[in-house]
């Protein structure tokens, strides 16, 4: 199965709260990133955790991380049209690839007026 | 500092046609890759590339040739153009880090390439 999943849509109205899932399958990450992708442009980092956190809170952003479940989800509190974009989970193996980073395939966030 | 920076932001080639897209950081960082990103499929490794020097293949490296003759260059080369090259090629550069390391990737803007 694929590394990293993510579902491809979420809608939701605005100023409603958003929550991106994603699974991963490397118990030995070290780091899980949320990179925001937003349109014709390339991705930016927009959060991350590292392994040995729960959660972790960045102003209307709130990671958590279930290591047991190999589950990570991004929370967007009080959802703006500015936050439609594509956003990717990305975990980081401790061995691997250029910057070991294996992505997801990214979900659409849409925000409905 | 500039970044990451990626030319051409578009691209139209014919079938059979060769180009390189380039890719330059002014970071040093010792990590560079290369993704393409298609809809649907999320970003697929092509080359990546650890130091000046040492290249390797990622996940999707057909048709493409990397080189590193400096830390700050990585150039994506496709030597004959082929229509299911057609995508959003992107270039992230990072620090190396070790275990317990954030390594944030830095992504360039991306080149689109259409083959037609």
Known sequence: GEDVEQSLFLSVREGDSSVINCTYTDSSSTYLYWYKQEPGAGLQLLTYIFSNMDMKQDQRLTVLLNKKDKHLSLRIADTQTGDSAIYFCAEKKSGGGADGLTFGKGTHLIIQP | ?116
């Open chain 2, 1 to 116: 500092n500039a970044g990451v920076t990626q030319t051409p932001k578009f691209q139209v080639l014919k079938t059979g046609q060769s180009m390189t897209l380039q890719c330059a950081q002014d970071m040093n960082h010792e990590y560079m890759s290369w993704y393409r990103q298609d809809p649907g499929m999320g970003l697929r490794l092509i080359h990546y590339s650890v130091g000046a020097g040492i290249t390797d293949q990622g996940e999707v490296p057909n048709g493409y040739n990397v080189s590193r003759s400096t830390t700050e260059d990585f150039p994506l080369r496709l030597l004959s153009a082929a229509p299911s090259q057609t995508s959003v090629y992107f270039c992230a550069s990072s620090y190396v880090g070790g275990y317990g390391q954030n390594t944030e990737a830095f992504f360039g803007q991306g080149t689109r390439l259409t083959v037609v």
